[in-house]
């Protein structure tokens, strides 16, 4: 079995190997192959991380074995009635072949097209979906933070510098010294609000926004530092005065935790910010966070 690193060109192998790979429920070790992985078949791609260490929604960190993420490579969620948490797809290694020195295939991120296209499909209010992240549960055992292991695969898998592992280290020790204290977890913010302010700008993709200051955020959340129940974290409030693009509006996501599809408003997700994962014990899976409209001001 390989091993690969982050930054290594790999090769996803043809449809035959592929199939003969995968189980009954067309999966292999959990993982499902989603149907809008076929279209890769026979491209180049680079390593962009080890997915050995992922955040899990609604329970800890946990350990995949023999995976890996592909650049730019996401779920457009085409397949799964629109879902736009644009997550990074599961690739096991048993999936892929080396490539040598070839040249990774060009590759635009993928899904916006099919996320902004057309009227959504309606929904079916007690549907369950089957993807990759519902299943995530199976595919994955839990890592405790005493296992020092997983820092030395994140430094000789390439995915984190040791600058990065020791800020995550830090981070780490911090939250659990304030969840034995009551205290708030690094960089959180906590507001006063029991109701918070909804705040619909209508935001489209490629409109131009600046992050509000960490005080006019603070003014949008209550005591749990959230919005609408949707929580801003460190990651994100370091953006504060810094202007993106809108990638795409958010009006729906599948929840890990049951597997339904949520409707939600008011939600954006912006181009190039994703989670760097320090605060997760260096999580790898470079999700985009989800912003409320309450947290951003339109540039004219």
């Not at 076929?38 to 800890?60: H, L, M, N, P, T």
């Not at 992050?211 to 006019?216: A, G, H, M, P």
């Not at 005065?241 to 409707?263: A, S």
Request: with cysteine.
């Amino acid at each position: 079995m390989y091993h690969f690193h982050a930054g290594e060109i790999v090769e996803v192998r043809s449809e035959p190997e592929i199939l003969a790979s995968l189980d009954g429920d067309g999966t292999l070790e959990g993982v499902p192959f989603m149907p809008q992985m076929w279209q890769y078949c026979g491209r180049k791609f680079r390593v962009f991380k080890r997915a050995d260490k992922i955040c899990v929604e609604g329970a800890y960190i946990s350990r995949m074995r023999d995976a890996v993420f592909l650049e730019g490579v996401r779920c457009g969620g085409d397949a799964l009635d629109g879902c736009q948490r644009m997550c990074m797809t599961f690739w096991k290694e048993q999936w892929l072949k080396k490539a040598g020195s070839a040249a990774p295939d060009e590759l635009q991120v993928h899904g916006i097209s099919a996320l902004s296209a057309g009227p959504p499909t309606p929904l079916e209010k007690d549907k369950v979906y089957f993807c990759q992240s519902t299943n995530i549960r199976k595919a994955t055992q839990h890592l405790p933070s005493w296992d020092l292991r997983q820092y030395i695969r994140d430094f000789t898998s390439g995915n984190f510098t040791l600058g990065q592992i020791a800020k995550a280290l830090y981070i780490d020790m911090y939250n659990r010294i304030m969840r034995f204290t009551g205290g708030p977890e690094f960089g959180a913010a906590r507001g006063e609000g029991t109701i918070t302010p909804a705040v619909s700008l209508n935001l489209q993709p490629g409109e131009l926004v600046e992050v509000k200051s960490r005080d006019e955020i603070i003014a949008s959340l209550d005591a749990k530092g959230r919005n609408r129940g949707l929580s801003i974290d460190h990651e994100m409030l370091r953006h504060s005065g810094r202007r993106f693009r809108v990638l795409v509006r958010v009006d729906r996501i599948i929840l890990e935790t049951t597997g339904k599809m949520k409707e939600i408003r008011d939600t954006v997700l912006l181009e190039g910010v994703t989670c760097e994962g320090l605060c997760r014990r260096a999580c790898s899976r470079n999700s985009y966070p989800m912003w409320r409209e309450a947290w951003l001001k339109r540039v004219e």
